[in-house]
């Protein structure tokens, strides 16, 4: 369930060190728990551009492009996660749900 409160508590995270890389996640994770996958795109993207070394925000965006229906491009995210970080088991979890969907030509929400 979405709370107003962490979105606060992020954005007061960021605005402390606005290249904090677990607030920046966990901002994209708020706004993508509360279906709003612009900004969940948007803070995973920056997560990406300011820390390419980090598998997170790989992740992070993946599980957008899955619940707008592109498993082919969530998996793609989700493999470079996992090439960034190979025992990272939330994005090697997440592949494995995209290739199914691919193939099935399903989507679904990603719980955080």
Known sequence: ???LGQRSDRRAALAQDPDDVQAIYGL?????S?????????AFNQLIHSHPESPLGH???GSVRMA?????A???????ALRLQPGFAA???AS??????????LSFRTAS
């Open 59 to 61: 992740r992070g965006l």
């Open 91 to 93: 994005a090697r979890s």
């Open 68 to 72: 707008r229906g592109d498993a082919r």
């Open 74 to 80: 969530a998996r793609e995210s989700f493999e470079e």
């Open 96 to 105: 494995s749900r995209s290739c199914t969907r691919a193939s099935s030509g």
């Open 1 to 3: 369930m979405f709370d």
């Open 28 to 32: 994209g994770w708020t706004f993508h």
């Open 34 to 42: 509360a279906a709003e996958e612009g900004p969940a795109e948007d």
